[in-house]
Every structure is written in structure tokens, then in C-alpha cells.
């Protein structure tokens, strides 16, 4: 979902730079001989021109030092869990991205329960699975408290009592699998949907 934006924003940096290194220098003389005070905004461009053929290159170490920084800090721990959680609070993508990892996740339930594993050792390997700090926190919680005796409805509401990470319909399907005894077939309808 966020690889396409990505890239024309890549090609939108790349046009800018183009135009302020290359064309606005050319047109520069143009503006400069016909004698007329130029407006601000024409003004603040020219400027802007200057100062990136001047500094071009420092302007490209501190863009790579960033990128690398960037890198750097989304695979520690702490970046990964905001990474994670800003991608979940995204508008409309946000939506989007929890309903794929939520479908994962019943997909990896349905495939791990259906191949006998216990249950415990499935909630640990879906959280993994999962691919997001926070959901693999809350599945790590979730699977302490059905290790203690509770159903997996009831970890979750518990875990996450406001639906933020889990959405209420995945509990109410996990809640009506659970009291029909068939939270296998409801794990493969949810991944299939």
C-alpha cells in the first residue's frame, strides 16, 4: 500500500531537484534583464536555486545520513513499534493494513490449529506471523492469558478492551467460534473474506 506513493514522491524529489538545479538557473539571466522588481514568490525560487547548487552536495550526504538514520532507528525495537502503530493510525491505510494483518492472522490460526499444533504454540507462532510490534505484543498477552485457563474471546477483549488493535468483529467471530466449538472453520471463513 505505501510502495507506490513512495515512489512518486521519489520521482517528485527527483522533477524538483531537476527544475531548481538545472532549469530555474537558465531562466534566471531572463528574469534578471528585463528590469522589473520580481515578486516575492519568483524571488524565494531564484534563492532556493542558489542555495542548492550551492550546497548540492552536503544536501546529498545529509539526505543519505537520514535515509540511513531512518533505517536504522525502524529496525530497533522502539521504531518498529512507532513505525507499526503509525501505520495503523494512517487514515483509510491504516484500516486497510489492519484488516490484512488481521486476516493473517486468522489464516495462520486456521492453518496452525487445523494442523493439530496446541493452541498455546499457535497463539505464539500467529503473533510472530504477524509482522507488527503491536499486534505480536497483544497476541504475546493474549496467549498468557489463555495459557491461564481464560477462552481466547475473553483474552482478547481483556487485552485489548477498546478495539484498538483488534477489530470488534474479529472478536465477536472468535467469541461465536468459540461458543460453537468451531473457531477453526471461523478462522478459514475470516481468512478467506
Not at 23 to 46: H, R, S
Not at 130 to 150: D, M
Amino acid at each position: 500500500a505505501l510502495a507506490y506513493p513512495f515512489i512518486i514522491v521519489l520521482f517528485l524529489v527527483g522533477a524538483i531537484m531537476t527544475i531548481m538545479t538545472y532549469i530555474i538557473p537558465k531562466l534566471e539571466p531572463l528574469f534578471m534583464n528585463t528590469g522589473v522588481e520580481l515578486p516575492f514568490a519568483t524571488q524565494a525560487l531564484i534563492s532556493t536555486s542558489r542555495f542548492i547548487q550551492g550546497n548540492f552536495w552536503a544536501i546529498i550526504i545529509l539526505v543519505i545520513v537520514g535515509i540511513l538514520s531512518f533505517q536504522a532507528y525502524a529496525k530497533s525495537m522502539t521504531g518498529r513499534r512507532a513505525l507499526d502503530g503509525l501505520y495503523l493510525r494512517i487514515p483509510v491505510i491504516g484500516d486497510v493494513y489492519r484488516n490484512y494483518i488481521i486476516v493473517r492472522i486468522a489464516s495462520t490460526l486456521s492453518l496452525l490449529l487445523e494442523a493439530g499444533i496446541p493452541i498455546i504454540r499457535t497463539l505464539v507462532l500467529t503473533g510472530e506471523g504477524s509482522n507488527n510490534v503491536i499486534f505480536h505484543e497483544k497476541i504475546e498477552e493474549i496467549s498468557r492469558k489463555v495459557q491461564n485457563g481464560k477462552k481466547i474471546a475473553e483474552s482478547i477483549e481483556e487485552a485489548d478492551p477498546e478495539f484498538s488493535v483488534f477489530t470488534q468483529d474479529f472478536y465477536q467471530i472468535i467469541a461465536a467460534g468459540e461458543r460453537t466449538s468451531t473457531i477453526n472453520k471461523v478462522c478459514q471463513k475470516l481468512a478467506t473474506q
